[in-house]
Structures are given as C-alpha cells and as structure tokens.
C-alpha cells in the first residue's frame, strides 16, 4: 500500500538524511549537538542587554565628568601660584587665572616687604586643595581679564547644580573655600560680583570663627 508521495523539499531531505545518521552513529549525533549549542552562544554573546548589539545601539555616549555644563569653562590646573592665583590649561593653551570676588595676603610680591607670613599659610592652604593635573571649571562674571592679562573666573572644584546656592559655592568653589576656612576674604571689584553677598556671608562667619589668618589678616 502507498504512503502517499515522499516530501522532496531539501530541507526534508536533510532532516531524513540527518536522522538516518543520529540514528547509526549516536556519537556523532552528541557531536553536532554541542555544535550547535556553541553556535547558538556565539550568537547571544554578540548580543547586548535585551539583544541588540551595543555596536549597532546607535545611543551616544554618556557625558564624563570632563564635561562643562553651560557657563562653565573645563580647564586643568598647571601650578598653584599663590593663594589667589593659578595658571591652568584651558583651550589648549596656559593661562594665568586670579580668583575673583576674594582677596589673599600676598605671598609672592616683587616688593618682598608686601609678602607676610599669612600669605605663606593661604599659599600653603590653596595647594592643599587643588594641585597640579586637577580638573576645574571657570566661571567668568563681568569681566575677561585684568590689566596683567590674567582671567578673572571663579573656580570650581567640583560643577555645581546650582552655582548661585551658598553652600555650593562654600563646599565647590575654591574662591568661597577659601573665604570660608579664613585664608582669603572677600572682596567686591567693580562688577565683578555675582556671587558677592555669598561670600561676604563666608568671610563673616570665618571671622567670628577666628578660621584660618582672618584673626591675623584682613
């Protein structure tokens, strides 16, 4: 009696073809099993959290910590020149960068009679907290540049969420650092002060505090 025609498709050639050899050579049949196996992981390996291949995600990147937030300008710190002024890298290029809205005894004047003890501790204070290869963010305010050429920013150890918030300024910016634990006070140059009254309020209570020189200086 006939059983009907035979399936001639190729793939059901080869299914009654691999069968056949299943069949008569088991252990074959357990080789092309862990063949097949290795296949299928190879091809979930290529595959990215919920399968799809982070090559072909097409997302961008997430933004690194090197990344300035708008009004803030990324700059590496070169050398600490004294407690109110760095030099730093910024656009590929070193520049000179004193502190606004604060003012530091001197350390370093030509005229040796300015330079005081105090301005060695606020020297000595401000290389304690920013040094060399470190990360900062300017943030400029009425003006570019002094009469020696040197940026006026405010600078940041760490960006702000909110850059007019005191206690941002007086635990991220090294200006208002400063100002808080005695080693600088503030000081208003022309209209150069957005962030004044904050560090008034700094300068005031490192002085009822007796922090830092502010007994000895300012």
Known sequence: MSSGPRDTRPES?????????VLRHPLIS???ALLLVAAVG???AGLGSGGIS????????PATSATAQPGLEHATVVRVVDGDTLVVS????????RLIGIDCP?????????????GDEASAHTK??????????????ASDTDRYDRLLRYVWLEQ???PDDPDEIATKMLNGILVRDGYARAKRYGQDTAHAEALEALGREASRAGRGVSAAWG
Do not use: C, M
């Not at 050639?13 to 050899?21: I, N, P, S």
């Not at 910024?90 to 960068?97: H, I, K, N, S």
């Not at 001197?106 to 105090?118: D, F, H, L, M, W």
């Open 30 to 32: 357990a080789a092309l």
């Open 42 to 44: 190879g091809g979930a």
């Open 160 to 162: 702000p969420d909110d």
């Open 106 to 118: 001197e350390s370093v004047a030509p005229e040796e009679e300015r330079n005081t003890p105090e």
């Open 128 to 141: 304690g907290l920013v040094g060399a290869g470190d990360v900062v963010w300017l943030e400029r305010d």
């Open 54 to 61: 982070p090559a072909a995600g097409g997302g961008q990147a």
């Open 13 to 21: 050639v080869v299914k009654r073809a691999l069968d056949g050899l």
């Open 90 to 97: 910024v656009g590929g290029r070193d520049e000179r960068v």
